[in-house]
């Protein structure tokens, strides 16, 4: 049980920084992008063909490759900006068309990674349609049957370091006071001298980067394919929305709710039940999101804790 908690606290990591990077990209551009799915998968691939292709015989620790990854989904949330975004931003798109071109380019890249898992298998003879990595991690410590692995501790330092790093660039930075005033009032904005563009372009790019950090996460975890994005993006839209799509922190936390919610009862319930149940587990992360937003329909960004803990206390002594 132990192991798989460990397991589920990596995999909910993903999740936290995947949806974050979905908060960030709604909050400045109003933008729901559903391409974050393929993002997220080009991060796993990343981490699969610089460790397994590229740089196979020097034998370097797949972490090595995590910054890449984030670089590259990054790029690919740039090229989504500037090709389809910024134009229909331009022209005062509603949201459902923006949501609806994300999908577009959602399927574009879908095609990408089908056509580079294509030609690795046939050019490099490698498995490039059933990617398992986890056997590649590192074992920390052994006591009986349990193994800690490198990953949990691992993905939980990169989730730390993106909430500290984000915490300093809002408040102590002044691109971060940008952001803010951007998300407020694009047009006063403008009028103060802070050039909106900027503001989106960088963006896209974290929001990219933080897709891409959650797909090498999940190339520890899961059995990558080329589709692996479309198990993803349930789970990481619900951890958005449940943290309140309005609060960078509040998605992270979110997104811990539903990945650590998602991976433990399906575990129990393949475990305990049958494991034919396994194919209903993208029928959690909804479950979860509905009950939670049934009580707190702000989401986990806008709960006030003095309150929630009053709630609480009156329940206990009632």
Known sequence: MLEVLMTAVSYSAAIALAAAGITLIYMTTGTFNF???SMTAFGLYTVFIFSKVLFRDLGYPTYVFFPVAALISGV???ITYLSVNRW???RRADMVTLMMSTLGVDLIYLALLNIIADYLTQEYKVNARLIVLSTEDVSIVQSG???LRGIPIVSVSIVMTVIIL???ILNRTKFGIAVRVTIENPSLAEIVGINPEVVYLTSWFLGGA?????GAILSMVITGTPAVGSLVIVPEFAGAIVGGIYSLFGSLAGGYLIGLSEYILITLLATYVSRNL??????IPLLVMSVFLL???????GLQLSRVVERLRKSVWR
Request: glycine share 12%.
């Open 35 to 37: 391409s974050h799915a």
């Open 76 to 78: 690919l949330g740039v």
């Open 88 to 90: 229909l931003l331009k």
């Open 145 to 147: 049957d349990f193994v």
């Open 166 to 168: 984000l915490k300093y």
């Open 210 to 214: 933080f897709a891409g950090l959650a």
């Open 278 to 283: 396994v194919v209903y587990q993208p029928l």
């Open 295 to 301: 009580f707190y329909p702000e989401g986990i960004g």
